[in-house]
């Protein structure tokens, strides 16, 4: 596999005046053949198991209306890129898939669907701040629209995630689970007035990050809250575990009067009845802490993070993840952003995920480094070589009858060939099998079809060339597995 | 299918204030499901091709530094789009995908190479005078770069535009060539001085839009051509044909005395002979009207556009191109573009097609609305149905076995459904198989397996379900051929 290139490579050491900059622009880069090559390996695995479970998919633009994007996430909104005003409309390039899906089934009143959509987002944030992040990334969202009974559509998105890490084999995780209600109860029950709750979700999530204390200072001098509320959130936040951690806070006094905290606790007992019958209990972890940072989540929330330390999965998480987190998956249950674009308020109730496609490329990227597995970057499977200098309209015959037959093909772009170079190419390549003509080969009507993992050659009939290429592919795709 | 949606749609007739403008960007749409189905039938065909000549794919970033896109292409540079100036560099949107690949080479030191890029570009188009055109569409690159002898790569350039067309089914075309330098080499004998040849490509360029008269007319006024000089021009622009036209103008005295026009001439006659041995001259008509109006091409130039006048396909044509334009795959080669990127101006000879994609989804959307032929947006090929309330628990299992055995299966997010809505869900979906469970079947360890098409049922034991389902998908989607 090639290496991966850096961001913002530049040529130095040149004499010359230099006509342009040659550079991608801060916080994005180019994505050569090999990374693409594991980038259409792991995309195929998502959607495979996406369409398994009957997913659909839409597009929406990769800019919209500045405020159909502002004030949905309780980000920071200079992490919003901006369009220049051409024409206008105040346009800003999407931060998530959410945002404008909700705005997708507003507009075109849609109340129930399962789509799937992987496409780039934007954010501008500062590299300076966050070593390694990406300003343009791909996003990779399935989400379940519509009126439907409590935790069914919940515990299918989890059950995805674990089918989609299972699937790319790197390693083991767990899938954090928590629920915005049971925190909304947690909150009230320790003294946190209403209007608090988004700002205190954003502090708890940091815990991943930085410590306690300096959460707690965050809480105390930043939104306010008496030290002793605080303290009694931290009782709350340290707890995780399975089904046993709901049932003892489902007898804790303090929540009980919480409605809100109740009907969490309900969900999430619910939730893990269903993981019992999908089979996946084990991948699945309650986790107090665990809120997401974003706004517009009203119930169920759903964390994976990596748990395994392989040699490259570990290095690569290290690398990606230098702040500790390991998140490769999320999402939640958001019953109010469609109701947000609606003139009537009507609301759609909407659970989802969003797989952490650039962490699981690195992860992969990680692992065929290290496996030292070459990489093909194409799939061609026949390369048609001349004994002889010309033959071009020999070879262009050949090629034509094979790409009919879709056989992928190719040969050089050159007249006169080298058949050394050409078998190199092919070694090169990975191309399993080369056919090679000469003259007598076209006077007799032949060719020689040479398998290149072990050297034989045999001469075949031109017309049972394409049968005999088929035959021998399916063996050599069937002994390479 | 359903409704295309329109652009720009607002709700109209509500009575209380909106919260929001509820539209996407001017210029920019969603896409619905059953419009993303066909756009995978497409991509996965012109993918497949694709592969099928050797390429791999790279990708690089929806925004440049403006200074690496602005000066490339002689259009307008107020098609560009800015972003706001948000952190010291100044970007823009990518116009197309050559320019963004040309920058990739030159950076990246990459001296050959045989690509596809499938990504949205931008064009601030005015709407109003270009009445539908889209700000934000996709295109569907290959290109092939790297010191090669000449018209092997390009030809091969016009074969893969044949065999993405044919595949695609949608009616008769053809692709028009034509030569930069056969084109130069014209204009010199006509008079025309070398720095408007740009400027005369462009007027050129318009003549499927606009009448020879107002050609003339923008050449004589704002080109400063002499009226004889545009006489003159018009003599050879008239011309097309095939292999006979090549070898008339190859004995044409004002154009004998040109080397650029017998260079041209040359690579037209070599080209047609690589057809020829490609089985594709039927589908090749020289052009000499035909100039592409971007500035960086300096070879053989191709334009496929379609001739066939079936009644879906016609309507869409007239449709997507009301000025009479029906190109649906463009190119050729720009041997000069990476070497303006690289600071020694090393060059990198390319050859390069863009597929109309955006205009092949209207073509394939008008078929399929043509066709009455449902289309699915969705691959689900079981659907599972309890006889009875409940039963969630043994449903969520049976659906567990079936994705695990990759098999694409859903179910009500409803704890209690009705048999009737169910089978109505399948029918309305397109789903081949049922399986119902009820209480009796549970008992006996058996499944019901309803097969949609015939309404036939079958009693399958549990332990045999996974192989009879899969053996019967076998046969369903061999007798839906």
Not at 62 to 89: H, W
Request: net charge negative.
């Amino acid at each position: 596999m090639e290496a991966i290139p850096t961001e913002n490579k530049t040529q130095p050491g040149d004499d010359e005046p230099k006509k342009f900059v040659l550079k991608t622009p801060k916080g994005t880069r180019d994505f050569a053949p090999g990374q693409m090559a594991i980038r259409e390996q792991v995309f195929n695995k998502i959607v495979a198991c996406f369409k398994r479970h009957g997913a659909e998919t839409i597009d929406t633009p990769v800019f919209e209306l500045r405020e159909t994007l502002t004030g949905k996430y309780a980000v920071d909104s200079k992490l919003i890129y901006d369009l220049a005003d051409q024409g206008g409309e105040l346009l800003a390039l999407r931060y998530d898939l959410t945002v404008p899906f909700a705005r997708y089934l507003a507009m075109n009143k849609v109340t129930n669907t399962k789509r799937y959509h992987i496409a780039k987002v934007y954010r501008r944030d500062n590299p300076a701040m966050n070593r390694g992040r990406l300003r343009e990334f791909y996003q990779c969202d399935f989400d379940i629209a519509g009126q439907y009974d409590a935790m069914l559509p919940d515990t299918e998105c989890i059950k995805i995630i674990v089918e989609i890490l299972s699937s790319l084999d790197i390693g083991d995780f767990v899938v954090k689970v928590n629920h915005r209600k049971l925190l909304r109860g947690i909150f009230a029950a320790c003294g946190v007035p209403d209007h608090k709750f988004n700002s205190i979700y954003c502090a708890v999530d940091k815990l991943d990050k930085i410590t306690w204390a300096d959460v707690r200072k965050e809480m105390v001098d930043e939104d306010g809250l008496a030290p002793s509320v605080v303290d009694k959130i931290w009782e709350y936040v340290q707890l995780s575990g399975g089904i046993e951690l709901v049932e003892k806070l489902s007898k804790d006094k303090n929540l009980t009067c919480q409605e809100n905290a109740v009907e969490g606790l309900e969900d999430i007992k619910l939730l893990f009845s269903y993981c019992e019958s999908y089979g996946i209990t084990n991948r699945v972890s309650f986790d107090v802490s665990m809120t997401r940072g974003l706004y517009y989540y009203t119930g169920a929330i759903f964390e994976a993070v990596m748990t395994g330390r392989e040699t490259a999965v570990a290095a690569a998480i290290d690398e990606e993840c230098s702040m500790g987190v390991g998140s490769v998956a999320g999402g939640g249950r958001y019953d109010g952003l469609v109701g947000m674009f609606d003139s009537k308020g009507r609301k759609v109730p909407c659970v989802g995920i969003s797989i952490g496609i650039e962490r699981l490329f690195s992860i992969m990227e990680a692992k065929a480094l290290e496996s030292e597995q070459k990489m093909r970057t194409t799939e061609t499977e026949v390369y048609v070589i001349a004994a002889q200098k010309g033959m071009v309209e020999e070879r262009l015959k050949l090629c034509k009858a094979l790409w009919d037959a879709d056989i992928k093909t190719e040969q050089s772009y050159k007249k006169n060939t080298k058949m050394l170079t050409e078998f190199q190419y092919c070694e090169q390549n990975g191309i399993p099998l080369a056919i090679i003509i000469g003259q007598s080969e076209i006077e007799a009507g032949i060719i020689k079809l040479k398998i290149m993992a072990s050297g034989e050659e045999r001469e075949v009939k031109r017309c049972d060339m394409i049968e005999e290429i088929k035959k021998v592919l399916k063996t050599e795709r069937t002994t390479n597995v």
